[in-house]
Structures are given as structure tokens and as C-alpha cells.
């Protein structure tokens, strides 16, 4: 192959892949603005904590957005929701969910905190809290998932297993009435209630900071590739190759 044809293969690979490594840290940067926009949000509302009926958590126009909510009602029968895969200080455990039905209003999630699991990975017995009770804490969408396989969720003895919170088809699992609410009430840790717990939004996924970094390591493998095809073009030829 002539050097003019080399060159035009070259730059084509060249920039195929500089623009690959240019849209994965575009990707990262806005990943990390939308993770900072997040936190930002959820400060605000912690640290102004005007209370909000419970009945807002079913309201689909602020299914992405946060308050601080409290209200009274009774957790369902039904068994408790484990969600799987959930780390916390280094440990390997899973985050309870249950049904809590409010006095007025669409029946939602409450997350009750983090249990671990043992090696065996038997699931943790989870009692219901009986009567009446008055709940406070955040209500925020659901962890975000990656690219969602199967259906989510599976029984497991008196409970349910999940891969991720789709309140969709918990719905439809559960034979629910209702609706399920589409964000989920992030317990307040003061409430005398549940386990493990606290309101951090990205315990178990990539903060902001690393993101950025991962998009300056993209950025710097893009510039990597241009300054590498710069060097191999301007190269002076051997002496005896193709003109």
C-alpha cells in the first residue's frame, strides 16, 4: 500500500476512535453535572426540611424531584422487598423495602435501611411493624439501575428479591389495587424504625468527582490518539518506501 494510502486508513481509524473517546468523556461530564444537580437538590430540601403530605410521593410530575415528606398510616402484609447487591462500609447486604399505606393518598415504597448478608447469602427475616405509625424522611426516585434485564423481581419466601426497584412491576407483582407510587420514602435515620440506614442519594454508584475524572482520562486518550497520528504523519519516510 502506497504511503498516501496508509495515511487516509490511518486517519480514518484515527478519528473514528478519537470521537469514540470524545463522546465517552462528554458522556462522563454530563453524567457528573446531572449527579451534582442531584445532590445539590436533595442539600436544599434536607437542609430546609418543610414537610410535605405523603400523598405528593404518587404525584408523576416530580417523580425525578425531592421532598421531605411525613404522614400516617400502616405498612401492608405483604412481605418484605429485598433489593440485592447493595454495599455498605465494604460489606455485601441488601436494602429493605416494604409497602407503607398512608392515611390518604397512593400506597408506596419506604426503604428501611441496609441489612447484611452472610456467605451462605441467606435472606434476613424482616417483621413487619405492626399498627398505626407516623413516618418522616425523603422521598426521591428510585436507585437507578444500568441496562434493565429480566423482570426485576422474583419471591423468595414470604418476601420478594429484587435486581432493581421498578415500581411497575412490584405492582403488578404484588397484585396491588393501586398504583405504586413512583418515588420511594428514603426513611428519616432519627425514626426509631428499621435498620442501617442514612439519606446518602449515591452509595451504591459513581459520585460527580469520579466521573470527571474518568471523562479527563476519555479526553486525554482522545488527545493521545491525534498527537500519536500527528507524529506517525509528519514522520520523515524511510528511506527506500513508497512516495
Known amino acids: ?11 480514518t481509524l484515527a478519528l473514528a476512535t478519537i470521537a469514540l473517546f470524545a463522546n465517552l468523556g462528554l458522556w462522563q461530564a454530563r453524567r457528573a453535572v446531572e ?25 408523576p410530575h416530580r417523580a425525578h424531584d425531592y421532598d421531605w ?14 433489593l440485592d447487591n447493595q454495599q455498605r462500609g465494604g460489606r455485601a447486604g441488601v436494602r429493605v423495602y416494604r409497602l407503607f399505606v398512608p392515611n390518604g393518598g397512593e400506597p408506596l415504597l419506604v426503604d428501611l435501611g441496609w441489612l447484611p448478608l452472610g456467605g451462605e447469602r441467606k435472606l434476613p427475616a424482616v417483621p413487619r411493624p405492626e399498627g398505626e405509625l407516623a413516618l418522616r424522611g425523603l422521598l426521591s426516585a428510585p436507585p437507578s439501575v444500568g441496562i434493565p434485564l429480566g423482570p426485576g423481581i ?21 397484585a396491588l389495587p393501586a398504583p ?8 428519616d435515620p432519627a425514626v426509631k424504625l428499621g435498620f442501617d440506614r442514612d439519606l446518602e442519594l449515591l452509595s451504591n454508584t459513581l459520585p460527580p468527582d469520579k466521573h470527571r475524572g474518568y471523562s479527563l482520562q476519555w479526553f486525554a486518550l482522545a488527545a493521545a490518539v491525534l498527537i500519536t497520528a500527528l507524529i506517525l504523519t509528519f514522520r520523515r519516510p524511510r528511506r527506500g518506501a513508497d512516495r
Open 1 to 11: 500500500m502506497s504511503r498516501r494510502g496508509t495515511l487516509l486508513l490511518g486517519w
Open 35 to 59: 449527579k451534582q444537580a442531584m445532590l445539590d437538590a436533595a442539600a436544599r430540601v434536607l437542609g430546609e426540611r418543610v414537610p410535605q403530605p405523603l400523598s405528593r410521593a404518587a404525584d
Open 69 to 82: 415528606a411525613e404522614g400516617r398510616g400502616r405498612f401492608d402484609p405483604r412481605g418484605a422487598l429485598l
Open 154 to 174: 422474583g419471591r423468595e419466601g414470604e418476601g420478594w428479591l429484587l435486581t432493581r426497584v421498578d415500581t411497575r412491576a412490584i405492582a403488578a407483582a404484588l
Open 180 to 187: 405504586l407510587a413512583p418515588r420511594v420514602l428514603r426513611l
